[in-house]
């Protein structure tokens, strides 16, 4: 058991932790105040190992999405997830949106492919969302798939192949289009594809001409980008798409930049081992209206490992920060760690995410432009290196606090608590109802 921080430690805390920043400049107040602005988006897929709902006899390619661990007490269906998902939003502070992936659909037992989607299979997602005052983002689900298995979808090069997934795309737009308007406001629709081949091929040119074509023909469909906000996420290479990737990332900065009808979607995973991205975010903002980020981990490789507070987060959130560009980014998380509680796997990710902008937000941002202006590196440099030991953790506690979420590493307890009442046992029964197993 993790004690609780009393409201009077978190307040006298902040309070010595408010003066401090305020020598440097920095106005505490205003930062928590500009952080509960910030929504992020959790994903539905790290509840269940991106397994979906949905019910199929084939055995279906990842497309280089890997979900590795045996941790008991993933959830075994929509309901679960949403109940794992409840449990973890209730350990986060701030502005939460859910994001859900089409493969999430709840067709109530019949089989509905995935070009016959309708906002109807969503209609659960839609009222839980409402309910729990969330909005929701959305992403076609172009793998673990019968139709995806051969390595392509939208750059097949066999027509029907091609097409199954152009109308997977604007059924996805559709649905995005129904959650956006019940909900006020646009859904951000992401849509990522594996399509690429393990080993040199020949043709890397008719693969990218008909991803092209079929992209213009998705978003060409009328849909009311006032509620579906299109996105694209390119990727550098995937378990089987080693060599070659048809949407890599100039393929969708190209594609984003000639056509306007499409975000591009900066996974932080998708690079070189070595490459960040936040030095991406001026170059792509500067000719580009707004970007969505999905929020990674890679170690070595796409790994999508559970989000922490590193140097590459920090980095991140102090380049959209600093160029005051926050209003201008969607933030997305995208992990998945099956070695873990996957309620802990949430928070902790969505906890840090945050640290790491509230940290962004502590910066005196304008008095640095200046320094460095001045050509006064070493007090750049000076201040910089100050900031960071400056109390983070007690301006975040105050947060947390102020939000009615729980306070350091108390949330543990409620974690360990509702593994052994809900998680636990679910490794002991087949199944969670809702299935034809009996
Ligand atoms: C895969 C992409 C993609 C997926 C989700 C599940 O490499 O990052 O965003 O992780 O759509
Ligand atoms: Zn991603």
Known sequence: MFSETSSKEVAAAYELARRQYARLGVDADAALAALGQVPISLHCWQGDDVKGLETRDEAVSGGGTLATGNYPGAARNGTELRMDAERAMSLIPGELRFNVHACYAETGGERVDRDQLKPEHFRTWMDWAKKHNLRLDFNGTFFAHPLANGGFTLSDADEEVRAFWVRHGIASRMIAEAMGREQGGPCILNHWIPDGAKDSPIDRW???????????????????????????????????????????????????ASRRNARLCLDMGHFHPTETIHDKISAVLSFQDGLLIHVSRGIRWDSDHVVVLNDDLRALFQEIVRGGALDRVN???????????????????TRCTQKAILAALLEPS?????????????????????????????????????????????????????????????????????????
């Open 206 to 256: 008719a693969p990218r001409q008909r991803l092209m074509r079929s992209l213009d023909e998705m978003l060409g469909a009328p849909v009311d980008r006032a509620f579906c906000l299109d996105c694209v996420e390119g990727k550098l290479f995937g378990i089987s798409s080693e060599d070659f990737v048809v949407g890599s990332h100039e393929f969708y900065m190209n594609y984003t």
């Open 331 to 349: 933030i997305a998380l995208d992990y998945f760690d099956a070695s873990m509680n996957r309620v802990g796997a949430w928070v902790i990710g």
């Open 366 to 438: 304008a008095r640095l432009r200046e320094l460095e202006a001045r050509g006064d590196m070493a007090s750049k440099l000076a201040v910089l290196e100050e900031l960071k030991t400056l109390p983070l953790g007690a301006v975040w506690d105050q947060y947390c606090h102020a939000a009615g979420a729980p306070v350091g590493p108390a949330w543990l307890n409620a974690m360990h608590d509702y593994e052994e009442a809900v998680q636990r046992p679910r490794a002991k029964a087949k199944c969670g109802g809702g299935c034809a197993c009996g």
